[in-house]
């Protein structure tokens, strides 16, 4: 089993920035994808950014430029530093590991951008 906690959501202003922390324990695989995820109101649960245990990364369009993934394998931990934050970016943002076919998930925390 594997327990994710979120942390740093919060209430910003266009423009601002917030970083995100998800805290992995237990079986920890050596070899897994971790990633951010948000879902809006009304909408689908959609992939933000993942990077793998290699530190390989990838994102969404629409926050490239503006969102980094990161991970510290010795803490088990990953990150989302999201600068240049727009309206559109409020939603619930969750993180999420795969590994071992199967994924994970933390409880969500809550992002607001005000205009």
């Known amino acids: 089993q594997v327990q994710l906690v979120e942390s740093g959501g919060g209430l910003v202003q266009a423009g601002g920035s917030l970083r995100l922390s998800c805290a992995a324990s237990g079986r920890i695989s050596s070899d897994n994808v971790m990633g951010w995820y948000r879902q809006a109101p009304g909408k689908q649960r959609e992939s933000v950014a993942a990077?793998?245990?290699?530190?390989?990364?990838n994102y969404a369009d629409s926050v490239k430029g503006r969102f980094t993934i990161s991970r510290d394998n010795a803490k088990n931990t990953f990150y989302l530093q999201m600068n240049s934050l727009q309206p559109e970016d409020t939603a619930v943002y969750y993180c999420g590991v795969k590994q071992f076919g199967r994924a994970y998930w933390g409880q969500g925390t809550q992002v607001t951008v005000s205009s």
């Open positions: 990077i793998t245990s290699g530190r390989s990364a």
